[in-house]
């Protein structure tokens, strides 16, 4: 098809871009990376380790299990290759959590919540009350680099994907040479293999966001025991000892590339 002097052409269909993403995902499901491990480590703390000591009202809970099923979403986008549909998931999963913890701290926002569709005055009663920055707000002090992980995740995922900006659209874009007739071939790619550094760098999204959401939901609990503060620790450093390899091929390249 032509269209303005540019020739598009869309290889494959939706068929096709289910089979290339189910085949990374298989590749990467039945290996041993650390990585791997580590999000399946994470996951079983979502739905085992988590609830153990932190009791929440029901509207807060659902807001809670919103942000552990865009969580899922959000691997399984990362599992199949597709890194820049990650990013706009996890964003709303950790803002599902932030929302949650809000309410922990104040009950009376679970109303202002719900009749948030029910007119105008009642949509921008909502707004005003939740805003992510308000919503990690009690971490500052409670938990700073918790707070910290938070906030450069929600901004950061504009920049890959969770905003239609230049960077996260035009970083999946590749110019090639010009070819016989003349043309000059553009390529935008969605799907990246099992071990492209967009493929990884979506998976370590998952682990940093599903850091972020455990220790929002957990931290707001009125009683911050022990234990929970080890497995928090643990979580850390497993997500740490998985991604730490491919920091050190980021870091290893940036050195030779001055």
């Not at 990467?28 to 929440?56: K, N």
């Not at 035009?170 to 110019?175: A, T």
């Amino acid at each position: 098809m032509e269209t303005g002097g540019v020739r598009i052409v869309i290889e494959g269909g939706i068929d096709s871009y289910i089979a290339a993403a189910n085949e990374t995902t298989s590749k990467l499901l039945d290996s041993s990376a650390p990585i791997v491990v580590a999000l399946r480590e994470y996951d079983t703390y979502f739905r085992e380790g988590l609830w153990q000591e932190h009791q929440l009202t029901a509207v807060p809970l659902v807001l809670c299990m919103n942000a552990y099923q865009l969580f899922l979403a959000g691997s399984r986008m990362a599992l199949s290759g597709h890194c820049a549909a990650v990013f706009p998931l996890l964003r709303t999963a950790l803002e599902s959590a932030a929302y949650a913890s809000l309410m922990t701290h104040d009950p009376d926002l679970q109303e202002i919540w719900c009749r948030r569709h029910q007119g105008e005055k009642e949509k921008k009663a909502c707004r005003k009350a939740f805003t992510f920055e308000k919503a990690i707000a009690p971490l500052k002090e409670r938990a700073p680099d918790i707070h910290a992980l938070a906030a450069l995740g929600y901004e950061g995922a504009i920049d890959y994907g969770a905003h239609p900006n230049i960077k996260g659209i035009f970083g999946h874009v590749s110019i090639g040479e010009q070819p016989a007739d003349r043309f000059i071939a553009v390529s935008h790619t969605s799907l990246y293999g099992a071990s492209h550094i967009e493929t990884i760098r979506g998976l370590c999204a998952c682990l940093d966001f599903g850091l972020a959401i455990i220790a929002i939901i957990a931290l707001s609990s009125p009683v911050i025991s022990d234990t929970m503060l080890a497995e928090l620790d643990h979580l850390n450093e497993a997500k740490n000892v998985a991604t730490e390899s491919y920091t050190l091929e980021v870091d290893s390249s940036r050195t030779n590339n001055e």
